[in-house]
C-alpha cells in the first residue's frame, strides 16, 4: 500500500508564494518520475510540472520562470515552490509519482491540495 499526501495549499494574495509538498508512504523501493497537475474549476486536469528521478525537470509553459518542482529522494517528498501567483494558478494540485516497490511499479496520485489565488 502506497500513499501521496500533499500539503501546503492555502489562500494566498496575487503575487504571493507559497511551497507545497507531496509525501509518499508505504512500500516503497524507489520513486522514479514525480509530477505535479492540476485542475481548475470547470477544466481538465493539467500537467504542471515534472521531474525523473535523477532530478531533471520539466514545466508547463503558463509556470515557467515562476514555479520550482524539486524532490528530496530521502525522504520520499515532492516540493513546488509556487511565486509570483496569479490568479489563474487557482487550481487543486495533485502529486503524481511512478513507485517502483522492488516487483512492479505503478503510478500513484495524491488526494490534492486546494491553492486559490485572490486578485
Known amino acids: 500500500q502506497v500513499q501521496l499526501v500533499e500539503s501546503g495549499g492555502g489562500l494566498v494574495q496575487a503575487g504571493g508564494s507559497l511551497r507545497l509538498s507531496c509525501a509518499a508512504s508505504?512500500?516503497?523501493?524507489?520513486?522514479?518520475?514525480m509530477a505535479w497537475y492540476r485542475q481548475a474549476p470547470g477544466k481538465q486536469r493539467e500537467l504542471v510540472a515534472t521531474?525523473?528521478?535523477?532530478?531533471?525537470?520539466n514545466y508547463a509553459d503558463f509556470v515557467k520562470g515562476r514555479f520550482t518542482i524539486s524532490r528530496d529522494n530521502a525522504k520520499n517528498t515532492l516540493y513546488l515552490q509556487m511565486n509570483s501567483l496569479k490568479p489563474e494558478d487557482t487550481a487543486v494540485y495533485y502529486c503524481?509519482?511512478?513507485?517502483?516497490?522492488?516487483?512492479?511499479?505503478?503510478?500513484?496520485w495524491g488526494q490534492g491540495t486546494q491553492v486559490t489565488v485572490s486578485s
Open positions: 521531474i525523473t528521478g535523477g532530478g531533471s525537470t
Open positions: 503524481n509519482a511512478n513507485i517502483n516497490t522492488g516487483w512492479r511499479s505503478f503510478d500513484s
Open positions: 508505504g512500500v516503497i523501493f524507489s520513486i522514479n518520475a
